[in-house]
């Protein structure tokens, strides 16, 4: 197995701990490195995030920063391989050419990403279509329409 990961998940500042716990297990499954922007809602023991990870949080490659700075520190390419995921962005996300190595980054459940993020960025930001019905997709939901669908452009077949 590769060290490095496939892909890099972005949460900034995750409220729930189950779906920081659901979305490092898809992060397991598909190869990717899991980042956790504080401030988090939850802390890192919370049994519901390790029990949402259940036995998979073990293999999970993983990191904390204590802002967005931190992470272009500790990320020096992403600037150029971000994809901010927005329930406002105007780009579909299957029209993004996703690539090894992209960054996906998704806001709180409550919060979304800050509006001065996706002006920064509207060349890179992205959306996950939803009929009017519904506000908003499930945090770990969204993190894994979005994985798989780089994967599936990655591999060049279906996973």
């Given at each position: ?123 890179r930001s992205l959306r996950i279509p939803t009929r009017p019905e519904v506000r908003s997709l499930n945090l770990s939901v969204s993190v894994g329409i979005a994985v798989y669908e780089a994967l599936r452009q990655i591999s060049g077949r279906d996973v």
């Open positions: 197995m590769s060290t490095e990961p496939t892909l890099h998940v972005v949460l900034y500042q995750p409220e729930i701990p189950a779906n920081t716990g659901a979305v490092g297990r898809t992060c397991v499954a598909a190869g990717a490195k899991l980042w956790l922007v504080r401030p988090l809602g939850y802390r890192l023991d919370d049994r519901r995030m390790r029990r949402a990870g259940l036995d998979y949080w073990r293999h999970l490659a993983w990191e904390t920063v204590d802002d967005w700075h931190d992470l272009l520190q500790r990320l020096p390419d992403a600037k150029s391989r971000l994809w901010l995921f927005s329930k406002s962005a105007p780009r579909l996300y299957t029209d993004a050419a996703l690539a090894p190595g992209d960054v996906l980054v998704f806001g709180s459940e409550t919060r979304g990403l800050p509006p001065s993020l996706l002006k920064a960025h509207p060349d």
